[in-house]
């Protein structure tokens, strides 16, 4: 799908941050927050290069895809497997050549990982540099505000100071390091969360979901919501956007666009202050994606949405206002979560679907493209696939190349692989194969007989 982008430069993005910024109450008293750590990760970081000093091309396994896709051959189970995956051979799996985007310009194709702010922060994010160097990924997706509401780096939109949102800095020096990932050709996408921001919640409670006997709507992990109803909380998320490309990100991704998805029980308690209207959740969720869309395409970088992975096929929002055709005609990039563990047993019809990630996939992922084959200008389908563990079975280079198959078997190109805590199986990628240096004419200089002494 094409769209026109206006590109601006770094002083008119800087006049836009100031011009949606909300001014913050002179003498505002802020409740001190309790310091947070970093997560706690089990085991020693992957070292990412000794994993990828193949002895000749990797062959690759990955359980059993559908009986109608034809070139698969049985091979003998190895005994170490999950007893109830069948086994498959591949051909080959070859180093591929993709050649670095022009300057501005997001790639033609995009294979990424997500890593959040204390990994883009730390020194494990080296090794994640060195899994883009020698593989096919070219693209990072990083956290700038996540889920507990603040911001990666010292930010100046005046909502995010008001609220204490520069209160855990993880990535002092962010300008270098997307220096080195633009040198390296590393595409970088900033990935900011909208609605699910308890930080904000908490600091501006009339932004907030309210409970009807009074105070904070909180969700079942005692986290309160901000409500999506209010247009400031977007106009916020705006800002934010606005100044991630002025720090250099090429690439604005907002996930949590949407109400929470709690049990029916517990939504009845919800009270939506600012829907003074009756306004649907459909409507607010269409009128503020478009609102973020206009902002964000005067960057002149790409507006993309993640989404659940039901969204493929769901027709009814789930209660959280999610409708496929209204988010994709917005959107640039949509990235329907697709992961296998979190579908309900018997859907598609598979009985466990977390244990046949190719079949899940690539189903959920032919939902979308029917759906998007309607509508007059569809967003680009780029999926999050799972590289994570929950429940059985164990997640591997297997099972994450089973996914990356069923992308490429419906016909996509594009995907981008979740793992909170940034570990990657390196061999469930291709290698990269880096195309041949370009070797600059020589001015003045023609080829042709030497001249006779």
Request: aromatic content about 8%.
């Amino acid at each position: 799908m094409q769209r026109v982008t206006v590109l601006t430069g770094r002083v008119a993005i800087a006049a836009l941050v100031a011009g949606l910024a909300s001014a913050a109450p002179a003498g505002a008293q802020l409740a001190a927050e309790p310091e947070l750590q970093p997560p706690q990760l089990e085991g020693p970081a992957p070292d990412y290069l000794a994993a990828l000093r193949w002895e000749g091309v990797p062959r690759i396994r990955i359980p059993l895809p559908p009986e109608e896709i034809p070139g698969l051959d049985l091979v003998v189970r190895d005994a170490s497997a999950p007893s109830y995956l069948a086994e498959v051979g591949l051909p080959v799996v070859h180093s591929i050549a993709i050649p670095p985007p022009p300057p501005g310009q997001p790639p033609a194709v995009v294979r990424g990982i997500y890593m959040n702010a204390w990994t883009f922060g730390s020194n494990r994010f080296y090794g994640l540099v060195a899994l883009a160097d020698t593989t096919e990924i070219n693209s990072f997706v990083i956290d700038v505000k996540d889920a507990t509401g603040f911001i990666t780096y010292a930010s100046n939109v005046p909502t995010a100071i008001e609220i204490g949102a520069n209160g855990m800095i993880r990535v002092p020096n962010v300008r270098q390091r997307l220096a080195l990932l633009e040198s390296k050709g590393i595409h970088t996408i900033a990935r900011i969360v909208v609605a699910r921001d308890a930080l904000l919640a908490k600091r501006k409670s009339e932004w907030a979901i309210r409970h009807r006997d009074g105070g904070l709507w909180r969700d079942g992990l005692g986290e309160p919501w901000v409500d999506a109803f209010h247009d400031s909380v977007w106009v916020y998320a705006a800002e934010i956007a606005a100044e991630a490309v002025l720090m250099g990100f090429k690439e604005i991704q907002f996930d949590y666009v949407r109400f929470p998805d709690e049990p029916k029980a517990r939504m009845q308690n919800a009270v939506f202050v600012a829907n003074t209207s009756g306004e649907s959740k459909r409507s607010a969720q269409r009128r503020h994606v478009t609102m973020l869309g206009d902002r964000v395409r005067h960057l002149g970088v790409p507006f993309t949405l993640d989404v659940f992975g039901l969204t493929t096929s769901s027709t009814n929002g789930m209660g959280i206002g999610q409708y496929w055709d209204d988010l994709s005609e917005a959107a640039d990039v949509l990235l329907p979560m697709v992961y296998p563990s979190h579908y309900p047993r018997g859907s598609y019809g598979i009985r466990y679907p977390n244990a046949e990630p190719y079949r899940v996939v690539r189903r959920a992922l032919e939902e979308g493209l029917m759906r998007s084959s309607r509508l007059r200008n569809p967003a680009t389908i780029r999926p999050y696939l799972q590289a994570f563990t929950l429940r059985r079975p164990r997640y591997t280079a297997a099972e994450v190349r089973a996914q990356i198959q069923a992308v490429e078997d419906v016909g996509l190109t594009d995907w981008v692989l979740w793992n909170a805590s940034g570990r990657y199986p390196a061999a469930a990628f291709r290698p990269k194969r880096r195309p041949p240096a370009y070797v600059a004419p020589v001015v003045g200089f023609e080829e042709g007989p030497l001249p006779q002494q």
